[in-house]
């Protein structure tokens, strides 16, 4: 994107960003983080940026920062952002048994929290501030409207317009195309946005005429002072996906009749040239009947054509890339040189529920590595699971991650990390995710993987690799198995550290 001069965004009466953040702990965006991150949560979408992906979001001019700043913001907004997220997590975990939900998300969960990090000092991007946040690039992606208010780009928990003074006069900050209201996106650059209050949707009100006063009246204010109103649009799979999609000018501003009879206010807002383009039907975009995939989004229904136990959708909402070629595989290959033995197995007919008398549970140190969910206990240089020679059945509670992914995963196409693997489900901490298909020497891994091959690599992951054995007994080809370090929220990336070989860790 060419930088643009001082001069083009002055006419805008865009202010000039002080070269300090307030607060103890600077901001961060949630762009592509993973679920907790750990990443956490990091999200979506998100594995920690490098310094070519963190570009600035209008120009260094207009910034009156250097790059070195610009870093620093972000990596504080990131490091706001998952503090959230994994506080969050361990929140759900501890409601999900008290709440009605399967996963203890509430409305009250995500307050609270984000109230707790409050008081904690943990808010980055305090003071209200028109124009663009330190920290936040355009395309970031998150996970609720309280990751909103914790990094300051909008800080309204329930309502769609925030906003602040200038010049003795209100004038919109932000706004949230949550889909509540009859909003219409034109196209990527252009938003017919219809003004707060009246909506029998909103709060169980009746439908009344809308009043020029709070959010309305800002928003009548920035047209009139041409400032630039910050606009984040909603993205519905599964749920809400909050997208930052950058600056806009308030341009038309009329009062007519809206859906409930009512008189509406509605504001058309046109996007700043000179910003990231992004796709458009990156806004509230509309289920379609007759499919489970929003329209304008590509999709392939299952990767593995039916050899994984649970389909594993890809989707891709960012461009027309489609996933590279390659054969997808749930048996691990093994170079054709080396021969491998099935080990001799248990004689057990209970499950393995005595483990003084499963020779398997005798290599693992006496006991059975796995809980009765099927969860892992505590992580070892090797766990030895029931293999092909075993007497128990399928059911046993040591065989694990030999029967395959059990969880909704899907493949979805990253902003700037090319693609990724996210949950649709709650994952408990401790359940296996999926086998790494890495390297194997003499087996090109760019030819044959499974779902494995796209989960990225986090410095704060929310998966570990785990060594297994089972089918036989050479250590030098373990099986790398992942699993969760602690529970996954719902449309959480999933991230692993950087493995070093094929048998590394």
Known sequence: ??????????????????????????????????????????????????????????SDVYCGRDSKAINESRQRVMKSLNLFRNLLAERMSEQKGKAKTKTGATWSTYLETAMTLQRDNKWVNISKRLGPVPGVEVGDEFYCRAELNVIGLHRQFCNGIDYTKKDGKIVATSIVN?????????????????????????GRTQPKDQKLQRGNLALMNSKEAKTPVRVILTK?????????????????????????????????????????????????????RNSKVPKGISYVNDISRGKEKMPIRVVNAIDDERPPFFHYTTNKIYPKFNKLYIPSGCDCTDGCLDSNKCSCAMKN??????????????????VYECGPSCKCSSSCTNRVSQLGVRFKLEIFRTQFKGWGVRTRSYI???????????????????????????????????LFAQKVLYDHDDKRFPHIMLFATKDIPASRELTIMKLQGEGGM
């Open 1 to 58: 994107m060419p930088a643009q001069s001082y001069a083009h965004f002055k006419k805008y009466n865009i202010p000039e960003l002080p070269h300090t953040m307030p607060g103890k702990y600077p901001p961060r965006i949630s762009r592509d983080m993973p679920a907790t991150l750990d990443f956490i949560p990091g999200v979506g979408k998100s594995v920690f940026a490098s310094s070519e992906e963190c570009k600035p979001l209008i």
């Open 236 to 288: 519905k799979i599964s749920k809400p996906l909050y997208i930052y999609h950058g600056l806009y000018l308030v341009e038309k501003f009329s009062q007519e009749r809206g859906e409930f009879g009512k008189l509406v206010f509605k504001f058309v807002l046109k996007r700043i040239s000179g910003q990231p383009k992004l796709t458009q039907g990156l806004g509230v975009v509309k289920k379609s």
């Open 178 to 202: 949550s889909g509540r209201y009859d909003n219409d996106m034109k196209s990527s650059d252009s938003l017919i946005y219809v003004g707060q209050g009246g909506n029998p949707g909103v």
């Open 365 to 382: 140190g006496g006991e059975i590595s796995y809980n009765s969910n099927g969860q892992i206990v505590k992580k070892k240089s090797i």
């Open 428 to 462: 408990p901490s401790g359940s296996f995710i999926c086998e790494y298909m890495g390297e194997v020497p003499t087996t090109d891994a760019t030819q044959y993987g499974n779902v494995g091959r796209f989960i990225n690599h986090s410095c704060s992951p929310n």
